[in-house]
């Protein structure tokens, strides 16, 4: 197991746009793997690449649906429809939580670790958790979604 530092507010990688995947071989395998156990140690729902420092388009969720952990590499949302607010936090930004305004229905089409295209159609949390992700990879923080901040959590 391979865990990776989770960058937090003010490191450069948050505030660019990520380059495509383009070499699908066991260099980017390892770093999904990586990402994986970092996510899991971190113990939130999603972890994108620049969130580690990495300027790739790639970004790792848990689906709702399934519980699996979904490798999404260079991802697009290609429909989304509905509005929900919830409750986001994020990694890299700890200790900060706001309500935000997402779509209530998210398809997104993306590649596997092998390369292999697939799509995808979420609700909930995990539309919420698939366009946070992919905000990181246009080095957008949700903070620009969140209309209002929470003090207290619980």
Partial sequence: ??????????????????????????????????????????????????????????AIIIDGETDEMVALINPEITAMSGVQNKTEGCLSVPGVWGKTERPAVVTVKAQNEKGEWFEMTRDGITAVCICHELDHLDGILFREHVVEYIEDRD
């Fill in 1 to 58: 197991m391979a865990l990776r530092e989770i960058v937090t507010e003010g490191y450069e990688s948050l505030s660019k746009i990520c380059k495509p995947v383009t070499s699908f071989d066991s260099r980017l395998e390892l770093l999904v793997k990586d990402m994986k156990d970092t996510l899991v140690k971190a113990d939130g729902l999603g972890l994108a690449a620049p969130q580690i420092g990495v300027l790739k388009r790639l």
